[in-house]
């Protein structure tokens, strides 16, 4: 009869991490592909031109934001809403 090794403080420890943290296996191009998906809707959620020129310019400004580094800026725009006045 082969004798089992005793379960060390160290396989106990990642035991218990491994049942608490969630796994890290996240899918990066899926969770992509849902925020094209969300921009897709916000945008042709507008049904006239004039609102949809509004979306392409507000997404050249943030574009612009965050190629200049300015991420505070960006976020403090997108933070102005509290979360229960989100529509999504």
Do not use: C
């Not at 943290?21 to 916000?42: E, F, H, R, V, Y």
């Not at 509004?54 to 997108?78: C, D, H, P, T």
């Amino acid at each position: 009869m082969a004798s089992e090794k005793p379960e060390t403080l160290r396989d106990k420890v990642k035991g218990v991490v491994e049942n608490i943290l969630p796994a890290s296996d996240t899918d990066l191009n899926k969770i992509k592909g849902d925020i094209w998906t969300d921009l897709a809707t916000l945008y042709y959620k507008y049904d006239d031109e004039d609102q949809k020129r509004a979306f392409r310019e507000i997404m050249y400004a943030i574009s612009n934001k965050i190629q200049k580094g300015e991420w505070k800026s960006v976020y403090k725009n997108l933070h102005k809403l509290g979360p229960s006045e989100r529509p999504f």
